[in-house]
């Protein structure tokens, strides 16, 4: 692991633990084990470092697509994604609660909103393929988009806030189906 990502896999850490606005940049270099001197070479500031940070993670969040078989049926590909991206943020819980706090937040440039959102070109390829071939309904992309990862992230956060057994995803996996399907 480099420099910069040791940086960046402490501020996670403090980001996930404290919050973005009660961790200060000296927090994070002390935690990377590095000086001052040393963040600002790689970042200029905070709100740099946060965007880096999340593209970092959706750059990461890419490996769910890499399996993606597009012989298999829309609904199989799809249960694939929506399964396979829900156990990246499990197997990850820093990297959820991380995009869970920057989901709707101003300090996510447009510019690193866009790169994030190159790790679900598959799957809104997928989205569009479906619409073309009435097998999902035509709604904007960006709205199924919308409900799909707002379907997500509440099962994410009911699913990390249980303290009895976990359930499996199934029975959201089918309502959220049942509700794009054509």
Do not use: C
């Not at 692991?1 to 633990?17: C, F, G, H, P, V």
């Not at 959102?117 to 999902?136: A, T």
Request: charged fraction near 25%.
């Amino acid at each position: 692991m480099n420099k910069k990502e040791s940086i960046l896999l402490s501020a996670l850490e403090l980001l996930t633990q404290k919050g973005v606005h009660n961790t200060p940049m000296s927090a994070i270099a002390k935690e990377a084990g590095t000086g001052m001197g040393t963040i600002y070479n790689y970042f200029k500031n905070k709100d740099e470092l946060i965007n880096e940070l999340y593209v970092y993670i959706k750059a990461k969040e890419k490996s769910v697509f890499i399996p993606f078989d597009n012989t298999q049926p829309v609904k199989t590909q799809f249960e694939n994604y929506f399964s396979n991206l829900i156990d990246f943020f499990i197997k990850n819980p820093s990297y959820y609660s991380i995009i869970e706090q920057l989901h709707a937040s101003p300090i996510i440039t447009e510019k690193s909103k866009e790169d994030g959102n190159s790790s679900v070109k598959p799957f809104l390829d997928l989205i569009l393929f479906g619409k073309q071939h009435r097998i999902i309904k035509d709604i904007a992309s960006d709205e199924l988009l919308l409900f799909i990862g707002g379907a997500i992230l509440s099962y994410l956060r009911w699913y990390f806030n249980q303290t009895e057994k976990k359930r499996p995803i199934s029975n959201q996996l089918q309502l959220v189906w049942d509700a794009i399907k054509e």
